[in-house]
């Protein structure tokens, strides 16, 4: 499979219980995305890697969320302490440096939290 | 702060008929213009995108109109099918700053009656 995969694909979890979501870009891409998609909603940017540096997290990413891409592979997002408002779907995406044709998505992982 | 617009947000069209969605800009620094396919279950797909320079882009059955004056752009399904029910999303992006983040509309639900 070449494409972006994310894992899992869908999480219920209890309201303060910890979550982490794993993306496994294209591997050429050197950049990586993740984006949040509520119900009936477009995405919206969270943060994105270039290699395994992080260089920009949007307002959404409160400190309770944390992303790593340690060797400028896979990532993991992270919610500690997850509230009702965190139930979305997680969109991971990839691209190389001046892409000219956008980038790729995965399946999302669907996070719900009662 | 919705920056990109997108209407209507639901479409019904019967097979063959050509539903349009639109969609408004706010920041004239945006340059690249991609529009997204979406089925339930599944992440964005990338169906076709255009730059400023050109007013209209054919690919296949799609095609995009785009008003660089009235920062307009529109989609247009030629001879639509059933298989093409699905929610699209518009999105525009500012290329070569930081990131490539894409700023996406609200989404329109098409239903392509048979």
């Known amino acids: 499979d070449t494409g972006v995969s994310q894992d899992p694909r869908h999480k219920i979890t209890k309201r303060g219980q910890n979550v982490t979501f794993r993306c496994d870009p294209i591997s050429e891409h050197n950049r990586l995305y993740w984006y949040r998609q509520t119900l009936g909603q477009g995405p919206e940017f969270l943060t994105y890697?270039?290699?395994?540096?992080?260089?920009?997290k949007s307002r959404l990413l409160s400190d309770r969320f944390s992303a790593e891409r340690p060797k400028g592979s896979f990532s993991t997002l992270e919610i500690q302490r997850t509230e009702q408002g965190d139930s979305a779907m997680y969109l991971c995406?990839?691209?190389?440096?001046?892409?000219?044709?956008?980038?790729?998505f995965g399946s999302g992982t669907r996070l719900t939290v009662v | 702060q919705q920056q990109v617009k997108q209407s209507p947000q639901s479409l019904i069209v019967q097979k063959g008929g050509i539903p349009i969605i639109n969609c408004a800009y706010e920041?004239?620094?945006?340059?690249?213009f991609p529009w997204y396919q979406q089925f339930p279950g599944k992440g964005p797909a990338l169906l076709i995108a255009i730059r400023p320079d050109v007013s209209e882009k054919k690919e296949g059955r799609f095609t995009i109109s785009f008003n660089k004056s009235a920062k307009q752009f529109s989609l247009h399904i030629m001879d639509s099918q059933p298989g093409d029910s699905a929610t699209y999303f518009c999105a525009a992006c500012q290329s070569g700053a930081a990131g490539n983040k894409l700023t996406f509309g609200g989404g329109t639900r098409v239903l392509v009656k048979p």
């Open positions: 995406a990839s691209s190389l440096i001046g892409w000219t044709d956008g980038y790729t």
């Open positions: 920041n004239t620094a945006f340059d690249y």
């Open positions: 890697f270039q290699n395994e540096a992080q260089l920009e």
